[in-house]
């Protein structure tokens, strides 16, 4: 009998719905018909079925159903150990012990249920402090590690695998709203400490899934290696911050630094509007609301119209995409309140670049000239890997709007823009050169990392130079 010992409940176990065909087995001279049904869940020594009809504690069934990319069918002979309802007199889960398999053995059926199962998948992305887990086509489950792509010791995902894999944890609403759009994004919480933020989409017919790991615990603007000047842009009361980078630069862990600083030290109502909700904020002084689009509102923009009718002092947009959701910001701003969001955009002068350019040409002097009036300031970050090979740390940089700088921005002449944040280190302004330059000065970065990320080569040739010098 193969349902011996505690080992079958530490055994990996994926929820499913595999279908299946079953009969009892009775003596009887009688030819059995299969019934159909389907699998709840399965690990290597047993299965949970769901059924129409009672099968009583310690009667034996036999199964036929396929693993996907098994490619083979599998016959099984088990002892029902578990009865319990689903519905009044109708829906029944079954509990089902394998006594003996056929088509394949107890090993090749854990070994394909390790690589179905996602819990045992985002553990070890956990484990392996993987910024990101890749499930894919044809390729086995991939772990993104400081920076580096680290395929798991497995076999290559089918289509059938991965639709699968994947499916398992979404609800049948998530399901729906996949396979009419094409995309999903949510966050998704295997338990208490580790928190996903899941994007599921279509490549050449295969459903596929990207896994970015998120901190259960938000770390303080101090804590995360930040500059002051953010600090300082989060005590303000009125205007627009920008945070700025690439994707996985930790811009949303910025906003939510942010957003925990205002939360811990001033009464205010602050409503994020996030895609999906990734950092979850508890009310301290502030009374924080969290609405993710999708779920909670119908999109960015909507949500933000509603937003000014619901008493804010602080307004987060987890991301500005579009000229209308870019619009109704800056109206929120003039009219009072702060304003936090992020953007795709390598450097300051980029993000005012991409936000004047969401608009129509005969609207963009008129934005240039609100943007003057209501941008507090600009920070841009990357995330570059540490010398010792252990972590990430952060480079930044920074642009406060002074005087300045409104007149180069109301004349839209950005391009300016870059002398004003070299020459403003009185404000706390700094390139991302100088940020650079510093981390490698410190022994923080290689000569090979600060040399990928910095621009300019000349300059840190300088330094590198001076550094060996002293």
């Known amino acids: 009998m193969l349902w011996e010992g505690p080992e079958n409940r530490r055994s990996p176990r994926i929820r499913s719905k595999i279908f299946v065909r079953y009969h009892r087995l009775i003596d009887s001279s009688m030819p059995l018909e299969y019934r159909k049904s389907f699998i709840r869940n399965i690990n290597a020594f047993g299965l949970l079925l769901e059924t129409d009809e009672v099968l009583p504690i310690g009667s034996e ?20 150990v578990h009865l319990e309802e689903l519905d009044f007199n109708t829906r029944y889960q079954v509990g089902v012990a394998f006594q003996k398999l056929e088509g394949v053995d107890q090993e090749e059926i854990k070994k394909r249920i390790e690589m179905m199962d996602i819990l045992h998948l985002l553990h070890l992305a956990h484990e392996n402090k993987a910024s990101d887990l ?11 590690v400081f920076g580096r792509l680290q395929p798991l010791d497995m076999e290559d995902l089918g289509s059938e695998e991965l639709q699968t894999l994947i499916y398992s944890i979404l609800t ?39 896994f970015r790991t998120i901190r259960p615990d938000i770390r303080s603007i101090a804590e995360l290696g930040l500059p002051s000047v953010v600090a300082d842009l989060a005590e303000k009361r009125k205007g627009i911050v920008i945070i700025a980078g690439p994707t996985g630069s930790g811009k949303t862990t910025t906003l939510a630094a942010m957003v925990d600083k205002i939360n811990r030290e001033r009464e205010a109502v602050i409503i994020c509007l996030e895609n999906p909700i990734e950092c979850l904020h508890t009310n301290i002084k502030s ?14 923009s909507t949500a933000l119209r509603y937003a000014l009718r619901q008493d804010p002092d602080v307004i987060l947009i987890g991301e500005l995409q579009d000229a209308e959701s870019a619009s109704v910001a800056i109206t929120a701003a003039e009219t009072g309140h ?24 005969h609207q963009r002097n008129q934005i240039s000239m609100q943007l003057s009036n209501c941008l507090l300031g600009i920070v841009a970050q990357a995330l570059l890997p540490r010398k010792s090979g252990e972590d990430r740390v952060v480079a930044t ?11 180069i921005i109301r004349e839209n002449n950005t391009v300016q823009l870059r002398s004003i944040i070299e020459t403003g280190g009185r404000y706390k302004m700094h390139t991302m050169q100088d940020s650079i330059r510093k981390l490698y000065n410190r022994g923080i970065i290689s000569l090979e990392v600060a040399k990928e990320f910095c621009t300019d080569l000349d300059m840190l040739a300088e330094y590198a130079t001076d550094k060996v010098n002293h």
């Not at 094409?182 to 899941?198: Q, T």
């Open 61 to 80: 069934i036999k199964l036929l159903f396929t693993l996907p990319g098994l490619g083979k069918e599998i016959m099984a002979i088990g002892r029902v």
């Open 134 to 144: 890749h499930l894919t086509y044809g390729r086995p489950p991939i772990l993104r």
């Open 172 to 210: 049948e609403e998530q399901i729906r709203r996949f396979e009419k759009w094409k995309e999903l994004d949510f966050a998704f919480s295997p338990n208490p400490h580790i928190r996903f933020r899941v994007n599921v989409h279509l490549q050449r017919g295969n459903v596929e899934a990207v």
């Open 287 to 300: 009374i924080v609301k969290q609405r993710e689009i999708g779920t909670d509102t119908i999109s960015f």
């Open 338 to 361: 702060l304003v936090l969001t992020s953007m795709h955009a390598p450097d300051c002068v980029q993000v005012l670049d991409r936000l004047i350019g969401m608009f129509p040409s």
């Open 397 to 407: 940089e920074a642009l406060i709007v002074t005087e300045a700088a409104r007149s």
